[in-house]
């Protein structure tokens, strides 16, 4: 298929699965629920976000929001299930600032992954949806946004 989208040709796909997308397609467009919510390269979309890293953290009970989105260096906080989504430019300052804060409010982390923002983050943050899995007729989930 590459060899046939190098000659000038068009193809239009549809998938779930937003890593394909990323790497197979020049132009992605995001659809929910027959609506287009963006059309663009697939660095344009990630651009959306404004943050290339987002640290994900899962302390014991409720995530503090607030207070992690005031950590300096945050750009954004996205809340899914009973994980805190920061977005951030600099994870390695971010992440000893969450510890702090969370310590000093003695509040347990029981989880904290650092990742790079992908197209299903885009996803999310246009839609509030999660993609389950490909072909599941019931494929998007609800998350919160704050």
Same mark, same amino acid.
């Given at each position: 298929?590459?060899?046939?989208?190098?000659?000038?040709?068009?193809?239009?796909?549809?998938?779930?699965?937003?890593?394909?997308?990323?790497?197979?397609?020049?132009?992605?467009?995001?659809?929910?629920?027959?609506?287009?919510?963006?059309?663009?390269?697939?660095?344009?979309?990630?651009?959306?976000?404004? *943050?290339? +890293?987002?640290?994900?953290?899962?302390?014991?009970? +409720?995530?503090?929001?607030?207070?992690?989105?005031?950590?300096?260096?945050?750009?954004? !906080? +996205?809340?899914?299930?009973?994980?805190?989504?920061?977005?951030?430019?600099?994870?390695?300052?971010?992440?000893?600032?969450?510890?702090?804060?969370?310590?000093?409010?003695?509040?347990?982390?029981?989880?904290?992954?650092?990742?790079?923002?992908?197209? +299903?983050?885009?996803?999310?943050?246009?839609?509030?949806?999660?993609?389950?899995? *490909?072909?599941? !007729?019931?494929?998007?989930?609800?998350?919160?946004?704050?």
């Amino acid at each position: 298929m590459e060899s046939f989208v190098r000659e000038k040709n068009t193809v239009v796909l549809t998938t779930h699965y937003m890593e394909e997308a990323s790497r197979l397609c020049q132009r992605v467009g995001i659809i929910d629920e027959g609506s287009l919510q963006a059309l663009d390269t697939p660095s344009k979309l990630l651009e959306m976000l404004d *943050a290339r +890293e987002i640290v994900e953290v899962t302390v014991e009970g +409720e995530a503090p929001s607030a207070l992690l989105s005031r950590t300096p260096g945050v750009v954004r !906080t +996205e809340k899914r299930g009973g994980t805190a989504m920061l977005f951030t430019n600099e994870p390695a300052a971010v992440i000893p600032r969450v510890l702090a804060s969370l310590a000093e409010e003695s509040i347990p982390v029981r989880l904290l992954v650092t990742r790079q923002a992908t197209l +299903e983050d885009v996803f999310l943050h246009l839609t509030g949806k999660k993609l389950l899995e *490909a072909g599941d !007729t019931n494929a998007a989930k609800n998350t919160e946004t704050e």
